[in-house]
């Protein structure tokens, strides 16, 4: 299997979500130098990654965002993403500049069916009217679009409806990841953070309206026992292996950090027969919801 490589080009965003993980970051570091990403570039691609994808912070800020992604290109990276809020398209010549330059796949973020609860999460407005229009103009472009959408307390409810129009707009795939507790959302949790228990209703539904239409859908970070017969949607399933450069580290594989790291599970967990497979919970999920959600499967 391929290695992908997750490149943070800075930290600057022109958005302010409340369940942001990069906290304070856009004020601590500066943008990278072009030359700086075109050494972690080639230092990634040396590594066997033949997977890059550009994030941030907001990566299409970063003033030099074509010239790193033509210079992927020429290193010789098969595929190449480009994760963004989207609400910094103004002209599609600057897309068809990035798609020139050699990005392969767009992963576009949106975070409600309704422009309210999009723009109210991300502290910008007018910000899911953009999103929106530049999904229509990627697919007339012909282009692979992923989207990515946290699950929190704000927009749960409005997850199947939000999967019917990703599936009218013919996005490629979609993910629902549930938010993880750090930072901006620790510090706003009893507003942002939802029981996973009463999400899940929200997320059956919203599958079935994928597997219905053919469209690849999935989860992250919601655990087997919650996710029985929608095995096949758990994401970490169906992750490479990926490394990580962020401001002040390397991560060489994400999985095993967030095995080790982010995740865990109580003793009883172990009696379940998906012990192996299982991620669990983000740690600090327990800590506001308890256990009592999550119940070991006894057999398949």
């Not at 080009?9 to 004020?27: E, P, Y």
């Amino acid at each position: 299997m391929y290695k992908r490589a997750d490149v943070k080009v800075g930290f600057a965003c022109n958005n302010h979500c409340t369940f942001c993980v990069q906290w304070d970051k856009r004020l601590r570091f500066k943008p990278r130098s072009l030359e700086e990403i075109q050494t972690i570039i080639q230092d990634e691609y040396d590594k066997w990654a033949l997977y890059i994808v550009f994030t941030g912070g907001e990566p299409t800020v970063h003033p030099q965002l074509v010239e790193a992604v033509a210079y992927a290109k020429q290193v010789g990276y098969k595929q190449i993403q480009i994760q963004s809020n989207w609400t910094n398209f103004d002209k599609i010549e600057y897309v068809q500049k990035l798609i020139e330059a050699g990005v392969t796949e767009f992963s576009p973020s949106i975070h409600g069916f309704h422009k309210e609860t999009h723009d109210r999460q991300v502290v910008t407005k007018w910000a899911w009217e953009r999103v929106v229009k530049w999904l229509i103009n990627l697919r007339k472009l012909n282009q692979i679009v992923i989207i990515n959408s946290v699950v929190t307390k704000e927009n749960y409810k409005e997850i199947p409806e939000l999967a019917a129009l990703l599936i009218k707009l013919n996005v490629t795939q979609f993910q629902f990841a549930f938010v993880h507790i750090l930072w901006s959302a620790a510090a706003n949790k009893e507003d942002v953070v939802p029981k996973k228990s009463l999400v899940m209703p929200y997320i059956y539904k919203a599958l079935d309206l994928a597997k219905k239409a053919g469209i690849p859908a999935y989860t992250e970070a919601i655990p087997y026992c919650l996710m029985q017969w929608y095995e096949w949607a758990i994401a970490e399933n169906h992750m490479p292996e990926t490394s990580v450069v962020d401001a002040e580290y390397r991560v060489d594989s994400y999985a095993d950090y967030r095995w080790s790291e982010w995740k865990s599970k109580r003793e009883n967990c172990r009696t379940c027969v998906k012990d192996k497979y299982c991620e669990w919970p983000w740690k600090e999920y327990p800590d506001m919801y308890w256990w009592s959600e999550f119940e070991p499967i006894k057999k398949d």
